[in-house]
């Protein structure tokens, strides 16, 4: 486990299905912290050096995202700049962070920007896919206004991010995806590539 990781976080070597079922075990002994509670038990799990610990922070979270109060993205964006890898941050971003802000939705615009602007690659990167389970509900100006501010990145992790969010879009907006990305020469082949895997599959069947 850490050296699919890079050697970036110790493991205890607890496997997630394992791992799963002892977190249920003990939520239903203990019972499922809530609101401050809540708040406190995954900033201390967050503090552990194993990674399993953080894995478990984020199923709380993601148990809770519905309930959870709106200044809790303070909370989220200290937990993608710590202990940052793409694990925790695409947990973040794709399913915590953008079912926030499509609760508070008037977070986007203050968020989302300072992040596309900051010169934090896990920022941006969240900024970029925060959107990816949106699909017809994806503003589709603000999506493409990102990505082409971060299209000459010289970061995997944001050409990566571009392909994805791209290719998720075009499952529901193909035409758009196409039209962007001929549009668009200073994306890297990478982003390119991938943004056009459901694009060109479709077009062989």
Known sequence: MEAYMR??????GIKNPERTLLE???????????????IACVEALWALPEREFQYT???????HVKKAEKEHIDLLEKLIVTNSWWD???TIAGKIVGKHLMRFPDLIPTYTEKWIRSD????????????????????QELLFDYIRRTADSKE????????????????????????FVAETPQLSGLSVREALKVVDKNKEE
């Open 156 to 179: 995997f992790f944001i050409r990566k991010a571009i392909g994805w969010a791209l290719r998720q879009y075009s499952k529901v907006n193909e035409e758009a995806v196409r039209q």
């Open 88 to 90: 925790s941050v695409d």
């Open 57 to 63: 922070a984020l199923n709380l979270l993601e148990k």
């Open 24 to 38: 249920r075990e003990f939520w239903q002994y203990h019972g499922v912290p809530a609101g401050e509670e809540l």
């Open 120 to 139: 934090n690659m896990w920022l941006q990167r969240t900024a970029i896919l925060f959107q990816l389970g949106y699909k017809e509900r994806t503003n």
């Open 7 to 12: 050697n970036l976080f110790p493991f205890l």
